[in-house]
């Protein structure tokens, strides 16, 4: 009997647009050097699961490139991570339809045994949790399906999956997404005024999970766990610890804040376990005359005559002098650029006396000098030719450049 965990990393991400221009959404990073798959692999990992298999369609070089230089086992390891992209066969000629087919579609690549366990993950999504616990309670409830559930206010119920449980844990109803009182009336089970959500962390007995495949349901979440519940005995496992969904842009930018604070509820560090993710060997940051408060500085910076506050600064940023970020992600650089004299050029960073407030940018970009990022009208929702904003934020995309004095 063993465990093998399956990753969804094959969705497109339109909520995370422009985030996913050019990434799939788990290849998205995060805390300033991290990628939002390294979580459920380094969950994975930590409990012990050594057959990884992540699945790819949209985007997924930036992905498979990342898979591929962070998670290498020698020789003697009975660990991998495997990616298994969408492909043709004589079965199938399509792409992938939705979540659930595309588990169904490799099938035949996770060599699974009726008694094995098959962990179904989502990649974009942030917690730490012991998946040893979940198999625990899975296989003493003798359970079909396990769900991890989280208790959310009513407020936000109509962003998830909402479940009805006894108290043993068994599953009774399951609604996805309930947007009016009629779908969610007599679905409060964790307290006034409170819902069970599905985490979208499932747990199958391998047998039932390849029974449950031969019926033509596209995706989880919508129809594969509905069916599931009706006809398999299905459990929820209540996890009472930190979980956000990085499903939007709002969602992204908030969680990333959280990690900014004083006392985070989530750390990449842990007594449970580090956070793994992509060994870069960059040198120390360089931090020069600068002030910086409650932010995340990530290595091979160099800050010169900065103010930074409630931030996170990626891998080789360049911030120079003058300038105020505050409330923002910056996401870094995936190559140094040695300083040139070419006067005309916007050299790779952040130039002298720009101000960036409440604001996303992505990799590679190039922000002149005096340049000013921070929503100035209060939109909520535009396109431009060189940023967007989305929910309030401004992101501005991987690899654009933002003239002097351009004010946004």
């Not at 959404?25 to 409990?47: E, T």
């Not at 399509?94 to 009726?114: E, N």
């Not at 929820?236 to 969904?245: Q, S």
């Not at 996170?312 to 970020?325: D, E, N, P, T, Y």
Request: hydrophobic fraction near 35%.
């Amino acid at each position: 009997m063993s465990v093998v965990a399956i990753i969804l990393g094959g969705g497109q991400g339109r909520r995370l647009f422009p985030l996913t221009l050019y990434r799939s959404k788990p290849a998205v990073p995060i805390g300033g050097k991290y990628r939002l798959v390294d979580i459920p692999i380094s969950n994975s990992l930590h409990a012990g699961i050594n057959r990884i298999f992540v699945s790819t369609q949209y985007n997924s070089a930036s992905l498979n490139n990342h898979i591929h230089n962070t998670y290498k086992f020698d020789y003697f390891s009975r660990s991998s991570v495997v990616l298994l992209a969408a492909e043709q066969t004589l079965s199938s000629e399509r792409w992938f339809q939705g979540t659930a087919d595309a588990v169904r579609c490799h099938i035949p690549h996770y060599h699974l045994k009726p008694d094995d366990d098959v962990f179904v993950l989502s990649g974009d999504h942030l917690y730490r949790m012991d998946y040893q616990e979940v198999l625990k309670f899975h296989r003493e409830k003798a359970a079909d399906v396990t769900l991890s559930t989280i208790s959310v206010p009513e407020r936000v119920m109509r962003e998830f999956g909402i479940l009805k449980m006894e108290k043993d844990g068994k599953i009774t109803d399951f609604r996805e997404k309930p947007a009016t009182k009629e779908d969610r009336k007599g679905m409060e089970s964790a307290g006034k005024g409170r819902y069970l959500a599905s985490m979208g962390v499932y747990l199958f007995k391998a047998s039932v999970l390849t029974d449950l495949l031969k019926g033509t349901e596209a995706d989880f979440g919508k129809e594969l766990i509905p069916r599931a519940i009706k006809e398999c005995k299905s459990y929820g496992y209540l996890f009472d610890g930190y979980w956000r969904d990085i499903g939007t842009i709002r969602s992204f930018y908030k969680a990333s804040l959280e990690l900014t604070g004083p006392y985070p509820k989530f750390r990449f560090n842990s007594p449970k376990g580090n956070t793994f993710t992509h060994p870069r060997f960059l040198p120390p940051s360089q931090i020069l005359s600068s002030k910086i408060d409650s932010s995340l500085i990530s290595e091979g910076c160099v800050l010169r005559d900065a103010t930074v506050e409630s931030s996170i600064i990626g891998l080789r940023s360049v911030v120079q002098k003058k300038v105020a970020i505050k409330n923002s992600i910056i996401m870094g650089a995936d190559y140094f650029e040695f300083e040139t004299s070419d006067a005309d050029s916007v050299p790779l960073g952040i130039g002298d006396g720009t101000t960036i407030e409440n604001a996303i940018i992505d990799k590679n970009a190039r922000i002149g000098r005096n340049v000013t990022i921070k929503n100035v009208k209060g939109v909520e929702e535009e396109s431009a030719v060189n940023y967007y904003i989305r929910e309030g934020v401004v992101i501005i995309p991987k690899d654009v450049t933002i003239p002097d004095k351009t004010v946004i």
